[in-house]
């Protein structure tokens, strides 16, 4: 079965800090997606990241990027220069290429202070 | 931009009532999606649909049943609500293929079952 793991529930950063959050995956497909969405408080669910397996290239989106580590099956996501604004829920998720259902991990509170 | 219209944002509901809660999308996309948000287990798919009265179960399907009679909206149903299905409930849509577009979700709704 597939799986998404977060191992960290809650992480606080400084404003203007950089701050990485932690995915790990398990899978034994070769093409698929990876994401990172963002809840806000009381918010709508937005995507902030998004990865394909067969590109060696991370992707990157301003101030948020990720290490994509295939063979380790990991997935992280790396804020820079966090902003107040960046305190959310963050949920990192998996879809193969041929699937309808998208896995999603458990979730990441992240506080950032003032 | 992409809209997902969930019609409650709050609701609260009594033990044993059917209660039905609608996701009205404008963009003309073929999958839609229902989810359940609990705290530390992220988002569990409740049921799918790929097409007009078109569903799949995800893998929490017991207890709920969905209707898609027009490809705009997606209705979940709890035939006889109980206290254990209180949660947030989140509904998604994306268009096509699992990896093109991100999925969008609606604000969600906080179900309270007493």
């Known amino acids: 079965a597939q799986t998404v793991t977060q191992s960290q529930p809650e992480m606080s950063v400084q404003e203007a800090e950089t701050v990485t959050l932690s995915c790990t995956y398990d899978t034994s497909e070769s093409n698929y997606y990876l994401f990172w969405y963002k809840q806000p408080p009381s918010r709508q669910m937005i995507l902030v990241i998004r990865q394909e397996a067969y590109k060696q290239q991370n992707a990157t989106e301003n101030r948020f990027s990720v290490n994509f580590q295939k063979a380790a099956k990991s997935f992280s996501l790396k804020i820079s220069d966090s902003q107040l604004g960046d305190t959310a829920m963050y949920f990192c998720?998996?879809?193969?290429?041929?699937?309808?259902?998208?896995?999603f991990g458990a979730g990441t509170r992240l506080f950032v202070k003032a | 931009d992409v809209k997902v219209t969930q019609s409650s944002r709050y609701l609260v509901k009594r033990t044993g009532e059917k209660v039905f809660l609608e996701c009205v999308q404008d963009?003309?996309?073929?999958?839609m999606f229902w989810y359940r948000q609990d705290p530390g287990l992220g988002l569990r798919l409740i049921y799918f649909s790929y097409d007009v009265k078109m569903k799949e179960k995800g893998d929490i399907p017991e207890g709920y049943s969905v209707s898609r009679e027009k490809k705009e909206r997606f209705s979940l149903i709890l035939e006889s609500a109980s206290t254990n299905q209180t949660s947030m409930y989140l509904c998604a849509t994306y268009l096509s293929g699992p990896g093109d577009q991100p999925q969008h979700f609606g604000d969600g709704t906080r179900l309270s079952i007493l």
């Open positions: 963009m003309d996309h073929e999958n």
């Open positions: 998720a998996f879809i193969d290429t041929g699937g309808f259902k998208t896995i």
